[in-house]
């Protein structure tokens, strides 16, 4: 990508927070002015939201960028904050899990009480095993409440968790095991999925079969499959279950490691990031409340993320407990047993917050607005997004279908290296606009920037950068620091400038290498995406800059032209690449998902895709024209639901599909290959 990006989608409609809700709001408009005058203080204050065994002594060190360290001197327990404390102050009695199995009517209700008891137990039962403070331990678990519990388990006693989504392969799991060197696997015979249970005991014993590290495996028993037996596994009920319930926690460093976890692998090979206790444990308890306006006297929390994903680990686990939440947690597919489900569990347990994804508002959209329809959801007072960019016009249908235009919707941009949200309206101040991340959070320094990191103007795109450390920022790549300068911080900025050769490059991550210093001489984040100032200056996030396609000169995004194809009326998802061609450098080729009930058979669909390519060019301009649409079924995703658009470039420009290991569905791909055979090009 060259200098900067176009600006091609323009949105004009803005919604103002109810106003009950802003009378009312957890943070207020003064809070961006408070962290702007002082914004270590302002951290301090968020740090203080939890109970320190031992207070810190320096908020912030600095001094050796990009390694940070947070509230040094400081010592908590993340388990204690996370359940202890509220059984102290009272609420031992409160729900912490509504539990909702796939199965109707397989529920659980755990309380604080008994999550006390039970992460006490797992602690004992994981200490009782020769897990110590500094060790590392697996979690391949499905969406069972002991996945929590093993989590807290974990923290309680200073070992990291590196928990592996429950989907993945043997290979996947064995990487992960291998990197880490984990000692302990905590896995289930198996769990739930689109209404059958699903093995994963099978997975582990091929992947441990490879990983000698592994001393014991510990298996929670949810479905009652059979299951093979070896000499290391044993079982959570004879063990964890059996296990004294009194633990005493003990207080670790501020800056004790507290988990691994693999990015979602949608550009290529996933980085093994590294958090720590006390900055990570400040910042998702205070974005949890500050975004999400937690009342946790009174909201019931929903998140619908899988604990693998840094959402599930921030926004189900660390941030929720730690703020004394009551929240829903379901095991399976929301279209199990009907299509209906989400709204069934909204209604029953009256959600009152939903923090879903992108991938399931266009799926939605994609079944019917009659679905939603026929549900009360009146319990709804705010929803939030996270995980790609959200088209507008999916935001609208979010807002309309879902929230009855009365919530609020917080467009949350973070990623798994950042730890917690960065960048999101707040529900009870921002006008947001449909599409948009509005503004960085209280306390967070975020910019827009071009090649040479000069700050774009209002109205320019180029590259996201994060210009401050924030206490949940990673700490390195586990085991790899060089990876961790190239890929986070070598391109702008004091690290951009110390760096005399471009070293080993970590694929497209890397290059283009700018020595420019647009920020001072500081050291600059980059965090992989692109992204716009509109007008006002609100940020637009506009996908990862290797996907940018450069179209005749211009470098127009994936995003803008996404979502002017989501605008149609037709069309429930799209995704975008650049291909290779002759005439204009790059040619923009759309995968199109048709809504439910359209017509596409035939000269109908013939129809459509010339109807959408004008619709494009109406929209965006006549650059933007894609040369190429095709209607399909489905779309490549990751495990967590993230379109993979490298795979669809390989197939628009004709070549053999790259890693697809951290792929879906694996059939998608057979199915877009074959009808894009069947097309010519449109023109
Ligand atoms: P990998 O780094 O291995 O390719 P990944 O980037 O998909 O995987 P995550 O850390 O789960 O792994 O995802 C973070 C990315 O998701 C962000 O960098 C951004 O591209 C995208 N993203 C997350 N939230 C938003 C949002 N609200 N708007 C736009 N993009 C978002
Ligand atoms: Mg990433």
Redesign the pocket.
């Known amino acids: 990508m060259s200098k900067s990006l176009e600006n091609l989608y323009s949105e004009t409609r803005q919604f103002p927070p109810p106003e009950a809700l802003a009378a009312e709001a957890n943070v207020k408009a003064e809070a961006y002015e408070r962290a702007a005058a002082d914004r270590i203080g302002f951290w301090e204050e968020q740090a203080r939201r939890l109970t320190w065994s031992k207070q810190w002594d320096q908020a912030v060190d600095w001094s050796n960028p990009p390694f940070a360290k947070w509230f040094l001197g400081g010592e908590l327990n993340v388990a204690y904050n996370c359940v202890d404390r509220h059984v102290e102050a009272g609420h031992g009695d409160k729900v912490a899990i509504h539990w909702v199995g796939e199965p109707e009517d397989d529920t659980r209700t755990v309380t604080y009480n008994d999550l006390l008891k039970s992460v006490s137990q797992a602690a004992n039962a994981l200490t009782e095993l020769g897990v110590t403070a500094g060790d590392r331990v697996a979690i391949y678990l499905p969406m069972i409440p002991e996945a929590a519990v093993a989590m807290l388990a974990c923290a309680r006693i200073g070992a990291l968790h590196s928990v592996v989504f429950g989907g993945f392969s043997v290979d996947a799991l064995s990487t992960r095991i291998q990197d880490a060197d984990a000692k302990l696997v905590i896995t289930a015979d198996g769990g739930y999925r689109r209404g059958k249970p699903s093995a994963l005991k099978p997975t582990v014993d091929e992947a441990v079969a490879q990983c000698p590290s592994i001393e014991h495996v510990l298996v929670v028993r949810r479905t009652g499959q059979d299951v093979t037996w070896g000499e290391k596994d044993l079982w959570w009920h004879d063990t964890v279950e059996q296990a004294s319930p009194e633990h005493t926690p003990q207080a670790f460093d501020s800056e004790h490691p507290l988990f691994i976890l ?10 093994g ?1 590294l958090h720590t206790t006390g900055g990570y444990l400040t910042q998702v308890s205070y974005t949890h409340n500050a975004v999400f306006d937690l009342k946790p006297e009174t909201d019931v929390y929903w998140c619908t993320a899988d604990i693998g ?3 599930g680990h921030s926004y189900i686990v660390y941030g929720p407990l730690s703020n004394g939440a009551t929240q829903v947690m379901y095991e399976g597919t929301p279209d199990t047993p009907h299509k209906g489900r989400f709204w069934d569990i909204v209604d029953k347990y009256k959600v009152s917050i939903m923090y879903t994804a ?1 991938t399931l508002i266009r799926t939605m959209m994609k079944w019917g607005d009659d679905i939603p329809a026929k549900y009360d959801l009146s319990s709804l007072r705010v929803l939030g ?6 088209n507008p016009e999916a935001w609208m249908w979010y807002r309309e279908n879902v929230g009855r235009e009365k919530s609020p919707i917080v ?7 950042t730890g917690g949200i960065m ?2 309206p707040l529900p009870g101040v921002t006008a947001s606009k449909p599409g948009s ?1 509005m503004t960085p959070l209280p306390g967070v320094s975020a910019d827009v920037v071009d090649d040479t990191a000069e700050p774009v103007p209002n109205g320019g795109g180029g590259f996201l950068v994060l210009t401050e450390p924030w206490p949940s920022m990673l700490r390195t790549i586990w085991g790899d620091d060089k990876r961790f300068i190239d890929t986070y911080w070598s391109r702008f900025g004091a690290g951009a400038a110390s760096q005399p050769a471009p070293g080993p490059s970590d694929g497209a991550e890397n290059q283009n290498r700018s020595a420019a210093q647009g920020h001072g001489d500081k050291w600059i984040y980059f ?3 692109g992204a716009k100032k509109d007008d006002d200056g609100d940020l637009w ?1 506009l ?2 800059v290797d996907d940018v396609m450069l179209v005749s000169g211009h470098n127009i995004s994936t ?1 803008e032209v996404e979502s002017a194809l989501v605008s149609h009326p037709s069309v429930a998802e799209a995704a975008v690449v650049g291909a290779t061609d002759p005439t204009t450098g790059q040619a923009i080729v759309a995968f199109t998902i048709p809504r439910g009930n359209v017509d596409t058979a035939g000269d109908a669909g013939e129809e459509l895709i010339k109807e959408l390519r004008n619709h494009v060019a109406k929209k965006l301009g006549p650059i933007a024209k894609p040369r190429q649409i095709m209607l399909v079924p489905e779309l490549p995703k ?1 495990r ?1 639901g ?1 379109i993979m658009r490298r795979l669809l470039k390989d197939v628009a420009e004709h070549r053999s599909l790259g890693d697809v290991t ?1 792929l879906q569905d694996s059939a998608v791909m057979e199915l877009i290959s074959s009808g894009m055979k069947d097309r010519k090009s449109e023109d």
């Open positions: 693999y990015t979602s692998g949608t550009t290529g090979k996933p980085k990031i994903w840094v959402t992108p997004s996270v995980g790609e960019p959200i467009d949350t941009w973070w990623q798994t290296e960048i999101s991340a965090a992989g995406d996030l996908g990862r995003t990751t967590s993230k951290t």
